[in-house]
């Protein structure tokens, strides 16, 4: 006699279960559809401890029942004890503490083979939020056994770790945050992340894999992770009243490396079900990954994933979709005009056909510039070559200050020095198209945010601009700072943070910033008292009590005083 695996044993089970119901008369399977709009279910109970719809605080996630409902769905809450109602499309299951048991994961499947669709946000195995730790052992779960065999979805109990973190600093659950990417395989849920070049942030995590071509499923990887690794030790975080047995270190064989699958979306080919899991249930809570200042996201590529998660759970056609968030600066530096077409001022024309090579002859620059970046495009006679160069000055010519002088090629943007050495600006990046596109940090401009000198070469030939160019100040900010990639990060936690030339109070002050200013944190002084900070406004040093860092500072490296 063959024998039966865990998961037929499971199937077996469940059709038992669902002629018992049936023949009971279970008005949770016979309910009609009586509602036009679809309903989405979230999972709210003390059994899985999971977050609740209806907590509008930090750790809720309401503003996610509030993007189904913004797509026309009917939200509501119930709990597992009974099977999930017949009329509803998605279950939503965020951050449960507790593993779900045999009863809940054969529910949750009556509901997928209907048909119907689920989105799931795991924390990591373990992990302390400051009162609880989450208990799921979700590897060795039914629900893990389900996703396996009828969505190819591997399930991990691992915790991704940067390699600053430490012991002490996940110990902070706030402390944990890191970065995210879109998947270079092609999905139209994370095609505005790929093209915008904006990651996703997570307050740690979990990963998973996910079979392209399952036996009869087909999987994606949404977001992934190649500078943390996974540690597979539940072990290191602490307990309440208790100290982590274990300590956070990266294990060769034991430990995931390599590009870990942070978020992945499957689909069954046979019922047409789809499920989303993402890692992190904090990139979904309120106060975290879906925040706001004002009316505007403070994350904009978190947002972007759930809303268009939520609109590919909901069987929407991608016209329908949610419009980019508003209030930030969505230009691609790709060397294309067409998402400048709302931005008509900061323009300047140039002499046409001044040099012979067409492909370097400027004819119009267009500039503008948010809180964050200086945008550029250039437009010449001819598309311009595959090795053009820009060489460019941002200040006051006129009042004698120095100014910045930078060389943007196909290897990236340089800040020349006064002895002509060039050091490389991460968050730079020049784009070839139809058109040349550069973008500039501001805090490279200083205090004139304005373009004195222009020039494109190539092929031993040069134009520049006859005039210099203001550009044009938009009322929005860039949707990420992107001098925070790949860097250990640090945030300001009070108003109106000082921010210094040099490690020390009697150093020459050179900027202010807010509260929540996110930081790439590049060295300290000698005792970790000062952190030397960097992002897309400021570069300086703030004193290390007035952050919050995302990992240990004696990682960073020393930085002599000059």
């Known amino acids: 006699m063959e024998r039966m695996t865990p998961m037929s044993q499971l199937r077996s089970v469940a059709l038992c279960l669902l002629i018992a119901l049936v023949l009971c008369g279970g008005t949770a399977l016979s ?45 509501e809450y119930v709990d597992l004890t009974t099977p999930l109602p ?86 902070d659950l706030y402390r944990t945050y890191m970065l995210t ?56 975080f602490r307990t309440e009243g208790g100290n982590p047995v274990d300590r956070l270190e990266l294990n060769i064989g034991a430990d995931a490396l390599g590009r870990l699958n942070v978020a992945v979306l499957a689909r069954n080919t046979k019922t047409g079900s789809r499920v989303a899991l993402v890692g992190d249930s904090e990139s979904f809570r309120n106060g975290l990954g879906l925040a706001q200042t004002g009316s505007s996201p403070r994350n904009a590529g978190n947002w972007i994933l759930a ?67 200086l945008y550029v495009l ?47 600006v991460a968050d730079a990046a020049l784009g070839l198209g139809d058109a040349v596109e550069v973008r500039l940090p501001v805090r490279l401009a200083g205090q004139a945010l304005r373009i004195g000198r222009l020039c494109v070469a190539a092929r031993a030939s040069k134009d520049c601009l006859d005039q210099p160019l203001e550009p044009q100040l938009l009322d929005s900010r860039a949707p990420f700072d992107f001098a925070l990639a790949g860097q250990p990060l640090v945030t300001v936690t009070a108003d109106g943070v000082n921010i210094r030339e040099g490690p020390g109070t ?25 952190v030397r900070v960097q992002n897309a406004r400021f570069e300086g040093w703030i004193a290390a009590q007035l952050l919050m860092p995302g990992g240990d500072l004696g990682w960073l490296p020393v930085v002599e005083e000059r």
Request: glycine fraction near 10%; charged fraction near 20%; hydrophobic fraction near 40%.
């Open 86 to 171: 017949e009329q509803a499309k998605v279950v939503v299951i965020v951050g449960p503490y507790r593993s779900p048991g045999f009863a809940q994961v054969l529910y949750l499947w009556l509901h997928l083979a209907r048909g119907n669709h689920a989105l799931f946000a795991f924390d990591p195995e373990g992990s302390f939020d400051g009162t609880r730790n989450v208990r799921t052992r979700l590897a060795t779960s039914g629900l893990s056994l389900l996703l396996d065999w009828d969505y190819g979805v591997s399930v991990y109990d691992t915790f991704l770790a940067e390699p600053w973190f430490s012991t002490g600093t996940i110990s």
């Open 307 to 373: 809303q268009r998660l939520a609109a590919w759970l909901l069987d929407l056609p991608p016209e329908q979709w949610p419009a980019l968030p508003a209030g930030f600066t969505w230009l691609a530096v790709d060397g294309q005009e067409q998402d400048w077409s709302q931005h008509t001022e900061g323009s300047v024309a140039d002499d046409k056909g001044d040099v012979e090579n067409p492909t370097v002859d400027i004819e119009h620059v267009r500039a503008v510039a948010d809180d964050d970046y």
């Open 506 to 530: 009697d150093r020459r002050q050179i900027g202010i910033a807010p509260n929540r200013m996110v930081f790439a944190a590049t060295g300290r002084n000698q005792d970790a008292t000062w």
């Open 181 to 236: 990417y879109p998947d270079v395989v092609d999905d139209a849920i994370t095609a505005p992340l790929k093209q915008y070049g904006v990651p996703v942030w997570v307050w740690g995590a979990r990963h998973f894999g996910v079979q392209a071509l399952g036996v009869g499923s087909v999987g994606v990887p949404l977001l992934y992770s190649d500078s943390a690794f996974g540690e597979t030790a539940p072990s290191i």
């Open 378 to 424: 250039i437009h010449t006679k001819e598309p311009p070559d595959i090795g053009a160069r820009v060489e460019l000055s941002l200040g006051e010519e006129e009042t004698g200050a120095e100014n910045t002088v930078l060389v943007a090629g196909h290897s990236g943007v340089y800040r020349v020095g006064p002895e002509g050495e060039e050091t490389l």
């Open 31 to 75: 309910h009609a559809q009586t509602h036009t709009s679809p309903l989405v279910v979230f999972v709210q109970d003390l059994p899985l401890d999971t977050a609740r719809m209806t907590d509008t605080g930090r750790m809720g996630v309401s503003t996610l029942a509030e993007i189904f409902r913004s797509l026309g769905a009917r939200v």
